[in-house]
């Protein structure tokens, strides 16, 4: 039976870094933990909250937090120019303080940084919110992945693998389907493979959808 591991954790100071830097006592490291959960979930909520883009979705790729004893910096990777909408830095500020609302905390400052990325659709968290939303509108499970695939091409990408599991197109047997394009070579740990889990909630049920994207070797 296969033993499975995800590829990121497997990667860890090889050809991925940790999307969360900061240095904490074990008795407050929970805290550490539960503190970045709120900070991307309060984040996620806000830009659910606001005017949805015209492609549909959220377009937040990752979210890196820096912490130091006086201050938490957030830098938000996002896909598309117009997330943060209005005046961007009054979009910036209410989104910070939002968070800080959120977070309460007194003796640390926060400091958020919106970062663009180039090719949105190389980045598997774009993706997966894609795919999610053509499931959503009920579309065909299969012509959501091939637009997927054809998607990720334009970002020159070596490789792509995608994954959904669940009810699938409303069936009522459970079952997973996959589809890959090029080279995805997950027993390679000098290759360099981006990852998500994303859940889609449809009529039938909730959907799973794992994205691998093969971006090179170094």
């Known amino acids: 039976m296969g033993q499975k591991i995800n590829p990121l954790g497997f990667r860890l100071g090889a050809t991925q870094s940790h999307l969360s830097l900061w240095f904490a006592q074990p008795k407050s490291y929970s805290m550490g933990l539960q503190e970045d959960e709120k900070i991307r979930e309060c984040i996620k909520n806000y830009v659910q909250k606001k005017p949805r883009l015209s492609s549909g979705f959220e377009g937040i790729a990752r979210i890196e937090i820096k912490k130091r004893i006086d201050l938490i910096q957030v830098i938000i990777y996002i896909g598309f120019p117009n997330l943060f909408i209005e005046g961007r830095t009054q979009g910036i500020k209410e989104l910070q303080m939002s968070v800080q609302k959120r977070l309460n ?63 699938i197109d409303g069936k009522e047997i459970a079952r997973v389907e996959w589809i890959r394009e090029g080279r995805v070579p997950l027993q390679t740990i000098r290759a360099k493979i981006d990852h998500c889990f994303h859940k889609v909630q449809t009529i039938y049920g909730v959907l799973g959808i794992k994205i691998w994207i093969f971006v090179g070797e170094e």
């Open 105 to 167: 905390s007194v003796n640390q400052r926060l400091n958020i940084v919106i970062a663009r990325i180039s090719k949105p659709y190389g980045q598997p968290d774009i993706l997966a919110e894609y795919i999610a939303l053509q499931l959503k509108n009920r579309v065909s499970f299969r012509k959501a992945m091939k637009k997927a695939i054809e998607l990720t091409e334009q970002a020159d990408t070596k490789g792509i693998q995608i994954q959904i599991a669940g009810r």
